[in-house]
């Protein structure tokens, strides 16, 4: 096991007040918090007219996103008006019954079955970036979350519209996702206090004109694979699925680009900052990257990787699901309740917003060993204490977890383990690594390294 603790934000002795809390989170929404956040279990505030309570153990966990998910269904309006603009009524954001007609089209879509299926076309992909690296000199220096976001919206593409886009387009496809996500605001004080959803934000309109060119890009590919040769995409089975499925389950053009964007926005950005965090993390233990590269080489030898490969790669599993619990991509999951409730003798009133923060679960000092440390050992099969499946959420839980769980990790295991199977990297002597954290969490500055081949 290793002694690494990586960078976290500073925490606080005491709990901020209002106006400290709202500076702090202006800059980060992880700066917020104390060190008595990662003891307690559930916790409120109220800033201004907004009641704010934290759900920050397993069995309070399971009851809003499990028992009594129902209540907690609704995205919180700040999510909602954040990302409305560029996900309409797509199902991350959706409720009710259009959101279940989406859950039942989409879930099919993932499934063991089907990542299998996508599994070749992965490889091909991260073949392609690999000849790419090949022609960096070593001690190159590379900005490593650039990279990794080409790389995960070349794959998007690839699954989700077919082989229509080159390396290039794909990327610049992924760059208009994250100017949007760098333009969204990273708070909106509006929505925050309860005032009127008509009130605009700040940066409204540039969001706007980004999305409408997004929505652009996306409606020209939807054309384009609608004809194509290709029935394994997402596309064409969302064109194929609803027609077999009937009316009942029919969406309009405009709701399944809807789902495209929303699927393309989830894997693009959580993929690439899981591996990006994940290059960072191994470059710090050497004895865990040499045990990767053990592992690599005695499952993968030289050959072509094969979906069944997936599975024997357990310790290249435990580093990325070790990642994901100390830099969780999505930080908070923020609900909003639709009806008033009771928890642990706390009165939750309709409206009030509920947040679920894998960031504080993951690292609660009652669920954890070492809460801080990286240690991916604690993920092995045969590790003598098995984390709680509820406080170990990077991918939510319940009815409303990522459908595309399976299919992420598949894509993110396989990108790291073919990569590193031919190439180091290494942070620059006298780089600080420090995080951001608006709508996703993800390291700073891009994170250069530098590249050496194996």
């Not at 096991?1 to 606080?12: A, C, E, L, Q, W």
């Not at 397993?58 to 809003?64: D, F, L, T």
């Not at 839980?397 to 383990?417: I, N, Q």
């Amino acid at each position: 096991m290793t002694d690494f603790i990586p960078p976290y934000p500073k925490r606080h002795p005491a709990s901020l007040g209002p106006l400290d809390t709202l500076n702090h989170l202006r800059r980060d929404f992880l700066s917020i918090w104390p060190e008595n956040a990662f003891e307690r279990q559930f916790m409120a505030s109220k800033i201004i007219n907004r009641t704010i309570f934290i759900a920050n153990c397993p069995e309070v966990v399971r009851y809003v996103l499990v028992t009594n998910h129902a209540n907690y269904e609704k995205k919180s309006p700040l999510i909602r008006k954040v990302l409305a603009p560029l996900l309409g009524d797509g199902a991350f954001v959706s409720d009710g019954a259009l959101w279940q007609k989406q859950s039942a089209l989409t879930g099919p879509m993932f499934s063991d079955g089907q990542v299998i299926g996508h599994s070749d076309k992965m490889w091909l992909v991260i073949e392609a970036c690999g000849q790419r690296w090949a022609n960096f000199v070593a001690g190159d220096i590379i900005p490593v979350l650039p990279e990794m976001r080409r790389l995960s919206a070349a794959i998007s593409c690839r699954i989700l519209f077919g082989a229509q886009l080159d390396e290039a387009q794909a990327a610049q496809l992924g760059q208009s996702f994250t100017d949007y996500q760098t333009a969204a605001e990273q708070l909106d004080m509006n929505t925050l206090f309860g005032l009127p959803s008509w009130i605009p934000g700040i940066k409204a309109n540039k969001t706007a004109k980004i999305a409408k060119a997004i929505h652009g890009q996306i409606d020209k590919l939807m054309t384009e694979g609608g004809g194509s040769p290709d029935k394994d995409t997402v596309l064409a089975r969302f064109l194929t699925d609803q027609k077999q499925a009937g009316p009942k389950y029919a969406l309009t053009h405009e709701q399944i680009r809807n789902e495209l964007i929303t699927l393309f926005m989830a894997a693009h950005e959580n993929v690439a900052t899981t591996l990006a965090w994940a290059w960072y993390l191994i470059s710090q233990c050497p004895e865990v990257e040499q045990r990767l590269h053990d592992e690599i080489e005695g499952v993968l030898g030289q050959r072509t990787a094969v979906f069944g490969d997936v599975a024997q790669l357990h310790y290249t599993r435990a580093i990325i699901k070790e990642t994901l619990r100390l830099y969780p991509p999505l930080p908070l999951l923020s609900r909003e309740a639709s009806a008033e409730d009771t928890i642990r003798k706390r009165h939750v009133s309709a409206g009030s917003i509920m947040l679920v923060s894998p960031w504080l679960l993951h690292r609660h000092k009652l669920y954890w060993d070492k809460p801080d440390h990286f240690i991916p050992e604690r993920f092995l099969p045969d590790a003598p204490v098995l984390p709680d499946p509820f406080a170990y959420i990077p991918f939510s839980v319940g009815p409303r977890a990522c459908v595309a769980e399976h299919f992420a990790m598949a894509e993110t295991l396989l990108c790291l383990a073919l990569l590193a199977r031919r190439f180091r990297l290494r942070v620059p002597s006298g780089q600080t690594v420090t995080h951001e954290c608006r709508l996703t969490l993800r390291p700073k500055d891009n994170l250069l390294m530098q590249i050496t081949p194996r």
